[in-house]
């Protein structure tokens, strides 16, 4: 589904972000991504996304070099990789219907199917009563839920997420963890960047490790604790 090959990437001359990353993810994988503030963990999730490219390398997704899709072919490929941020990115001046209605609109869904998409997403993160509330009537956890919403509401089958419990408290952060857990069973393959030591020991899933933008383990069912 992911695959990479001698991946890199400088953003400025002879400064490696990424250096001959080797990485294949499968359909269905759930895997974390850990690794020191400026290991690259950000960097390899937006190639994954197309919104860098690399300097040098391959990223094939669905069998596809994402570098040499036609950039009408861009918004296809982005529908089916969902993206969750540590900051959210939520339009505070919408209210939540409306947050997670957008994804849709900009890529021309019908109001029909707007209706009956965005109350499915919103059940499935459990904020349905609150498809009226603006994300400052919410608590971080909720306003997360959103994001999470927004994010699977086009159905993709790619979820990343980047530093998703950021700015969460332990017991929310384990909440929304058990979120995208819960959506990589249903079929999605996940994707999670993240310091959070505690969670990724709890749920023993494949654990990348990104050192100085260099991949050093990885591990079917690893514990953060083999990050340096
Ligand atoms: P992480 O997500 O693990 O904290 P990043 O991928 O954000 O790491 O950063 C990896 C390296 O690339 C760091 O040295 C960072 O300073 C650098 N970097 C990230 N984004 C940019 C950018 N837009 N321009 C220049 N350097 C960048």
Redesign the pocket.
């Known amino acids: 589904m992911i695959e990479i090959y001698h991946l890199y ?1 400088e ?2 001359r002879n ?4 250096k001959d990353i080797n990485l294949v993810i499968d359909r269905g994988e759930f895997a974390f ?1 850990v ?12 190639l994954i996304i197309r919104e ?1 490219l690399p300097s040098k390398g391959t990223i094939k997704i669905f069998g596809r070099d994402i570098a040499r899709l036609k950039n009408r072919e861009i918004p296809l490929l982005r529908r089916n990789i969902g993206m969750v941020f540590q900051d959210f990115r939520l339009l505070q001046d919408r209210n939540v219907f409306e947050n997670v209605a957008f994804t849709l609109r900009v890529t021309g869904a019908s109001s029909r199917e707007i209706r009956r998409r965005v109350p499915l997403a919103l059940g499935l993160v459990g904020l349905k009563e609150k498809a009226f509330k603006k994300p400052s009537e919410l608590s971080g956890g909720e306003q997360q839920r959103v994001c999470v919403a927004r994010a699977i509401v086009n159905r993709p089958a790619v979820l990343l997420a ?2 998703p419990t950021g700015n969460l408290d332990p017991a929310t952060s384990m909440e929304i963890m058990n979120l995208l857990h819960d959506i990589n069973v249903r079929g999605a393959t996940v994707i999670v ?1 993240t310091h959070a030591k505690d969670l990724v020991d709890h749920f023993q899933k494949r654990v990348i490790v ?1 050192e ?2 260099s991949l050093v383990s990885d591990q079917e069912r690893g514990v953060y604790i083999n990050a340096r």
């Open positions: 990437k953003y400025e400064v490696a972000a990424l991504i690794g020191a503030s400026g290991a690259g963990k950000s960097t390899l999730l937006k860098c980047d530093e960047a990104l100085n933008g």
